[in-house]
């Protein structure tokens, strides 16, 4: 049976690949604003019956209320299953109910629910909390391969992974498990009203190390991170990790604390908006049309 891809604009390269194809077809639909500001989407397929895939971000804001609505009005339409495809999953980090703080990922999965999603497709889940508080099916694939592989040249005997606190140890082993390096070390890390601080390091240290994280946003945690290992007697460091966001020009600062290349995917269409001849991106396209492929 056909399935129908939406794409938003920026995400139009994911769309492409699946259209090579033949089981999948491009969706079309109108957008518009009215004066006021509101959002209008008119879909031109034909979707009753069918199983339509849409691919997004949740930020800005204003793309995750275009996917809700277009979600809604496939499905009041007579789309049979909706599939959102969000690579980056950015509420997955409001992942627990703490007191006078918002849920962002219960948040996320009850809108989503509400506006006719069945299931959620990311690329590597910030927690498996944010997995089980979920209201819908949701799928994380996993990167760990597709990056471990094209990251294979930069590992030597000397070379050492490092997680820049407790939460990112499985994901460092699992990145390793494809190389040769079985050692890994990491740093105990601790949040405060002031920001983040590290505490111990546990494990050894080598000239070469590769610090594997999933998120790069500002680069504060690993700017920390690579201080220390500075100190500690690195002289090149390999970052790597799946969502590569660049929020502010802060994390160019780590290119000063011994930082050599870092490795990320293309879950964030504005990756091009960083750019640097020591920023290296692996696209997780294949990844992602592959899970649809499986009968």
């Not at 999948?24 to 009753?48: H, I, K």
């Not at 804001?61 to 950015?90: C, M, N, Q, S, W």
């Not at 390999?238 to 994390?251: C, D, R």
Request: charged content about 25%; some cysteine; aromatic content about 8%.
């Amino acid at each position: 049976m056909q399935k129908i891809i939406f794409s938003l604009p920026a995400y139009r390269a994911f769309a492409e690949d699946f259209l090579k194809h033949k089981q999948f077809e491009l969706g079309e639909y109108r957008e518009q604003r009215f004066s006021d500001g509101t959002l209008f989407v008119s879909p031109n397929s034909d979707v009753r019956d069918k199983e339509c895939i849409i691919i997004g971000g949740i930020t800005p804001h204003e793309d995750l209320t275009e996917i809700l609505l277009l979600a809604h009005t496939l499905k009041k339409e007579g789309a049979r299953k909706i599939i959102a495809v969000f690579p980056y999953l950015g509420y997955a980090r409001q992942d627990r109910d703490k007191p006078a703080e918002s849920w962002g990922i219960k948040w996320l999965g009850e809108i989503c629910a509400a506006s006719g999603i069945d299931q959620v497709v990311t690329v590597d889940v910030h927690s498996p909390a944010a997995m089980d508080n979920f209201k819908i099916p949701l799928i994380s694939l996993s990167a760990v391969e597709t990056l471990a592989k094209e990251l294979a040249p930069e590992f030597e005997k000397t070379t050492i992974c490092i997680a820049p606190d407790e939460g990112a140890v499985e994901d460092c082993a699992q990145f390793c498990s494809y190389n040769t390096t079985n050692e890994i070390s990491h740093f105990k890390k601790e949040r405060q009203d002031t920001g983040v601080r590290l505490l111990d390091f546990y494990g050894e240290i080598a000239d070469k190390v590769i610090l594997v994280d999933d998120v790069l946003d500002t680069g504060g945690t690993l700017l920390l991170a690579c201080s220390r290992l500075q100190e500690m007697g690195a002289k090149e460091i390999i970052i790597v990790v799946t969502h590569g966001l660049f929020s502010t020009p802060s994390w160019t600062k780590l290119w000063d604390v011994g930082v050599k290349r870092i490795y990320c995917t293309d879950s964030n269409p504005l990756i091009n908006n960083a750019s640097s001849s020591s920023l290296v991106i692996i696209s997780i396209k294949d990844l992602i049309v592959k899970y649809f492929l499986i009968p």
